[in-house]
Nanobody, 121 residues
Framework: QVQLVESGGGLVQAGGSLRLSCAAS????????MGWYRQTPGKQRELVAT???????NYTDSVKGRFTISRDIVKNTVYLQMNSLKPEDTAVYYC???????????????WGQGTQVTVSS
């Protein structure tokens, strides 16, 4: 079993900052990639940022220059530093790990429980 625990969401004024964290524990053999997604009511979950095993990062256009994804391999933790937040960033944010739980197993996606980020204008 793999568990992902998120923290760091909350309420912030426009222009403010928040830092999200997501720590994975359990049966983890190898991690392919980590990422953050977000979802608002009535909409599909959308990619925010990803970081690969080789540390290549990818961002959706709307957060480029404002958000930074990073990771701590030793701690199996991924972070999302969010600066210059806007009301349209308001959403539930989910972390994602694409990993191998054991040698010879197929990789699969694991998701955090979600954390609410609310940006007031």
């Amino acid at each position: 079993q793999v568990q992902l625990v998120e923290s760091g969401g909350g309420l912030v004024q426009a222009g403010g900052s928040l830092r999200l964290s997501c720590a994975a524990s359990g049966n983890i053999f190898s991690i392919n990639a980590m990422g953050w997604y977000r979802q608002t009511p009535g909409k599909q979950r959308e990619l925010v940022a990803t970081i690969s095993g080789g540390s290549t990062t990818n961002y959706t256009d709307s957060v480029k220059g404002r958000f930074t994804i990073s990771r701590d391999i030793v701690k199996n933790t991924v972070y999302l530093q969010m600066n210059s937040l806007k009301p349209e960033d308001t959403a539930v944010y989910y972390c994602n790990f694409h990993l191998y739980a054991a040698p010879g197993w197929a990789p699969r996606d694991y998701w955090g429980q979600g954390t609410q980020v609310t940006v007031s204008s």
